[in-house]
Each structure stands twice: as C-alpha cells, then as structure tokens.
C-alpha cells in the first residue's frame, strides 16, 4: 500500500535524471527520512544493495519504522548507526532489534542513565549484535560505492547532542550532510576540519536555535533541506532564525512535519524527491 502514496511524485520528477548507459549503469541510492514525529529515522539503501538504519526515532515509533521497513520487503539491516542516546533517537530501535536481524551497530558510547538507554543496551546484548564506537575522521566501509565518513563524535565534557555523530555520505557527484542534533560549536570546528559542501542537509536538532548558522550554511551551500519534527512539538521546533536563514541560502526545505515520509533517489549525477503528502491536500478552503 506504502508504494501507492508516491506514485504521482515519480511520475513528476523522474524525468529529472539522464538516460543511462548499457554498458555503464548508474545504479540508484535511496535514501528515506522517515516521519517519527518529534525525532529522526534515517534508511539510506545503498546502490551495493545494502541497508543502513540511521536512529530509530522514539520508541512509540518502533512500530511505524518497522512498518516501513518490512514494506520495503527488507528483513536485514546491514548496520544501524545510533547518533545518540537520547530517547527520540534511539527508542524506536528497541523494536528494530526485536523485528529484524541486525549485522552491526555503530553508536558514540556515550552512556545514558535513562529507561530507555538501558532497554536499548540490554537488547543489543539479548540479540547478540556487534557494536563498535564511532570515532571522528573514521571511514565506514560499507558500499564501495560510497564514501561515508564520520565527522563528529563523542568526547569527554561533551553532552548527548555535542556528541551526536554527524555523518556524510557521498555517492560520486552528490553528498548527504546527516548532522543529528549537533550545536553551533560543532558547526564551527566542522568549518575547520572538514569539507562540508553537500547539495541535501539534515538539519541538526529538528530545527532548534542551538543549530544551523548562516555561516555554516553557506559553507555546505546546500540545495535541499529535511527538518524532521512533530508539528504539535513542545520545543518551538523549527526556529523562525533557522528557516530565515534557510531562505536567504534558497534552499528548498522538506520537512516530515508537513511532507510526511521524504525519499530521495540518487545515481550519483542526479537526484529526485519525493514526498508522501502533498501540503497543499490540508489546506482549508482551496480551490
């Protein structure tokens, strides 16, 4: 049924990519930023045909991820990648875990005295999964085809979202930035240390002031934005500061909040998304 509710947005975007050649395939990447409500949920599907699960939103998301998936007829997940562990991030792979066979999972270490920490580690022991602890400069290899590399971790006197992993995934000519909840502090030593120029950013924290700088933004020069929150969320989230400066660098902004579930579709020369809700179906009075 899922595949249903994105058939009028293929129709309408795909053409946006070149004819491909017999002999030279460009195989395709897609990459879902899944609405969770109030959290982030990231499934990027390699071109090597591997799955890579990015948090797993809170855990009365679970239920939805694992919906999500299993449409997509996937019953492995390569590898999941916990940013950090806060509740909104690393819930919904409670459920994951139970549902589905997990290869490997890669988080920032950092402990977390919380319910929904201790759930989360005690699963991962039931289960018998692989852990490892991200570190910053490391290069995950994954895909050949893809370079994805890790540009923020943990690191002492540092908290849950100074210590969120940002990751960026390139795939030949287009790059994703997947920078979690990170602060403007982190922005600024990305400024220094990194190449951060990517055409599709997640916009760190679900839009909160603590993030997203116009300095920043015109370093990444992005072309396309996700912001993943609940509309009805406590925090403000997103900040009037953050979409301003979002629209002063023109990029197109695609939010879970009003689009629902957002996929781009790569070859690595081109990209396309598209969106499980058309906005403009809410509004009252149209014509």
Known sequence: MKSLLYVSSVILMIFTLPAQTESAPLLPMNVHFIDVGQGDSILIQT????????????????????????????????????????????????PIMKNFKVKQIIDNGKFHLTKTYAQYMNEIRKQDIPKKVAKEGQKIKLDS?????????????????QSAIVLKISYKDIDFLLMSDVEMEQEKKLLKKSNIQSEIIKVAHHGSDTSTSLPFLKHVSPKVAILTYSPDNDYGHPVERVIENLDRMDVNIYSTAIFGDV???????NYFVMT???????????A
Request: charged share 30%.
């Open 263 to 269: 996929i781009i579709t790569t070859n690595g020369k």
């Open 276 to 286: 499980e809700k058309d906005p403009f179906d809410n509004l009252d009075g149209a």
């Open 145 to 161: 085809k893809l370079k994805i590399e890790v540009l923020n971790a943990y690191e002492s006197q540092k908290n849950n979202n």
């Open 47 to 94: 071109p090597g045909n591997k799955t890579i699960l990015v948090d797993g939103g809170p855990q009365e998301a679970g239920k939805k991820v694992t919906s999500y998936l299993k449409d997509l007829e996937i019953d492995t997940i390569d590898l999941v990648i916990a940013t950090h562990p806060d509740f909104d991030h690393i819930g919904g792979l409670i």
